[in-house]
Each structure stands twice: as C-alpha cells, then as structure tokens.
C-alpha cells in the first residue's frame, strides 16, 4: 500500500492509495464461514473475521471520497473540546454509501438472526485520519444495550488499528487487531459488562476508517 499525504480539515493525513495488485479489485464480501469466536468470560465475546472485504482499498477510497464526514465538537466538563475523529451516521432509513455495505448489513443479519433476533438496521462510520484519532474507553450503551445484550459488528478498511477490551469490572484487557477488509462483531454482554476503545498511538498509521452496525435502538 502506497501512502501519500495531503490536507484536510485542516490538518495533514495520509490518504491510502491503492496497490497495484487491487487497483483493478471491486469490492467483495466474502462469506462469513470463517468466523472465529473468541469468548471474553462467560457472558461476553468476539467474533473476528480476517479479510472479510475483497478489494478493501476500492471501498476505502470510495468512503473517504464519498461520505460527508463531519467533526464535532463536545462538551467535556467546563470546555468544549473536538472529537478526536471524523463521523457519519447513516439510520435506518438513510441510503449507505457504497452498496457493499448495505451486503455487509443484510449478510450479518442473516448470519447472526438466530442468536441476535433482530436485524442491523444502523451504519455509524468513523475516520480515524491519523495516529492522534481515538475513541476513548466506552461501551455503546445508549439504548436497550444499557440492560440488555447486543451485538455491533465492525468492519475496518484502512490501517490497522488496535481495538481493546477490557472488563468493567477490573481485570486485564484484550487488544485486538483490527486490519484492512477485516470484521470484528462484539456480543453476548460486551457492551455492559466491558468498555472498549480504539488508543491513540505514536506510530505513523496511515488513516483508517470503520463501520459499526447496530440493531434498532441502540448507539
Ligand atoms: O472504530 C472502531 O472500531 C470502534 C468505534 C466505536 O467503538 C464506536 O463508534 O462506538
Ligand atoms: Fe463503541
């Protein structure tokens, strides 16, 4: 992967080109055969597909272009300070960005409709342009997932970038890699019983960008 910078919103990224190899690639969801579950504790766990996105450069380069990214700004105890990434929300409603992501939606809901009941219906994308872009320790509980399970899964193009778990209630924590076309669901009681959070890091990465699918009510 070739990595050239320019500016955006006012500060240098990097822009991911394309390799040779892929340039020609379209965008390919794979089947989801070959996930592999990861049980946190007894409640709670992860399931990672490697490489679930054929020709991820493609459906990068066409989210980076195409999504109206936007920063936001937020109110932190007496200041108001800029979301350390880039976002958009697509609801149930909205029509996605690239049609491989409404694939990956419909090909998730048929995957996971037994154990999870329900659809995912929502696509929150972050843009994460460098190094210095985080998500701070959270779970997503805002909605039904405050008391019940859930499942968000996530698909990353772009850099990899570290994903960590760690219990709420006090325990050691589970970095995960999460790389270029890669998907990685969280489930059972993840969001309640532990936080996550995508660290800044002192590396030079490159910019990364994920999809998280929700069900109905939950963000
Ligand atoms: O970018 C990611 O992989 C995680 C984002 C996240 O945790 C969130 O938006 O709630
Ligand atoms: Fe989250």
């Not at 007496?78 to 929300?89: A, E, I, K, N, T």
């Not at 809901?109 to 219906?121: A, T």
């Not at 489930?187 to 800044?200: L, Y």
């Given at each position: ?43 709670a766990w ?57 694939e990956c ?115």
């Open positions: 992967m070739d990595i050239r910078s320019n500016r955006v919103y006012g500060r240098t990224v990097s822009v991911l080109q394309g390799s040779l190899l892929d340039l020609a690639d379209e965008v390919i969801v794979h089947p989801l055969g070959a996930v592999r579950r990861t049980q946190l504790d007894d409640t992860v399931d990672l597909r490697p490489g679930w996105i054929g020709g991820a450069d493609e459906l990068y380069a066409a989210l980076r272009r195409d999504v109206p990214w936007h920063a936001e700004r937020r109110q932190m105890y007496d200041s108001v300070v800029d979301v350390p990434r880039l976002q958009c929300f697509y609801g149930a409603e909205d029509p996605l960005p690239h049609p491989a992501l409404a939606r419909d090909a998730l809901s048929r995957y996971y409709d037994i154990e999870l009941g329900e659809p995912f219906v929502t696509a929150g994308l972050c843009l994460y342009r460098d190094g210095q872009d985080s998500v701070a320790w959270h779970g997503d509980r805002i909605g039904r997932s405050r008391d019940q399970d859930t499942m968000v899964a996530i698909v990353s193009v772009g850099a990899p970038r570290d994903l960590v778990l760690r219990p709420r209630g006090g325990g050691s924590s589970v970095r995960l890699a999460a790389g270029h076309g890669d998907l990685l669901v969280m489930g059972g009681s993840c969001q309640r019983t532990w936080d996550h959070c995508v660290p800044k890091t002192t590396k030079v990465v490159g910019p990364r960008i994920s999809v998280q699918f929700r069900v109905a009510g939950v963000r």
